[in-house]
């Protein structure tokens, strides 16, 4: 089992400055997943879309979970954000000096999961975040926080790194959904010197 442990760890800070016209969950790395804001034409091929997320003793599915289901078994509340295709909900934890998000993009969201991000940061007081154990840890089946970008490109492949960072990977799911739709999935690292610092998953289906 692959898991990455959220414990207190020397932190990157990549805080952007508070801006009145910013979004309240803006500077984040579900952000960064969100809005695309990594280079894409440097995405490397996803061999194998993720599964079913053990966070703790949670089971996670993309797309299925209900955001109110966890934050239900993990204390915090659900914020919300926006309208129609730009509205958002999202409930955060920090845990140790790391930030865990959980967030539903857009109407298509529906409140279920479509992002799971995490970063070596603790979260500002605006993401209204709730606080975890730092012992708390997540399953992808893929290295997380504080991996090595080696280990990282050992299992999922290799990926061309951007100027901030960042390197990617993007698949489709064998299967289809029940409507019928593909099932798209995007997953996401930042490293600092070698050293993962933020991780995370979206998933989105269209027909």
């Known amino acids: ?4 442990v959220l414990t207190a760890a020397a932190v990157i800070s990549l ?9 309240t969950r803006a500077g984040s790395f579900a952000d960064v997943i969100s809005r695309g804001l990594y280079d894409l ?10 599964g079913i997320i053990k966070f703790s003793n949670l089971d996670i599915e993309l797309e299925k979970t209900p955001l109110v289901d966890i934050a239900a078994v993990l204390g915090g509340d659900i914020s919300n954000e926006g309208e129609a ?9 920090r845990s140790g000096d790391a930030t865990i ?3 539903s993009d857009g109407e298509m ?5 479509t992002i799971l991000a995490v970063e070596a940061k603790a979260p500002r007081a605006e993401w209204n975040c709730a606080v975890l154990p730092s012992d708390v840890y997540i399953d992808t089946g893929l290295p997380g926080l504080g ?5 990282v490109r050992g299992k999922a492949g290799q990926a061309a790194v951007d100027a901030d960072g960042r390197f990617s990977y ?17 997953v996401v690292y930042e490293e600092r010197d070698g050293t993962i610092v933020a991780f995370g998953i979206n998933q989105l289906s269209e027909g």
Do not use: N
């Open 1 to 4: 089992m692959i898991r990455t």
């Open 15 to 23: 805080a952007m400055p508070s801006l009145a016209a910013e979004p």
């Open 41 to 50: 034409t440097l995405t490397a091929p996803l061999a194998s879309p993720v």
């Open 85 to 93: 295709g730009e509205h958002m909900m999202w409930t955060c934890y």
């Open 101 to 103: 998000w959980f967030r």
């Open 109 to 113: 969201g529906d409140g279920k999961l």
């Open 147 to 151: 991996a090595t970008a080696a280990e």
């Open 170 to 186: 993007s698949g489709e799911a064998p299967s289809k959904t029940e409507q019928g739709f593909t099932i798209y999935q995007d």
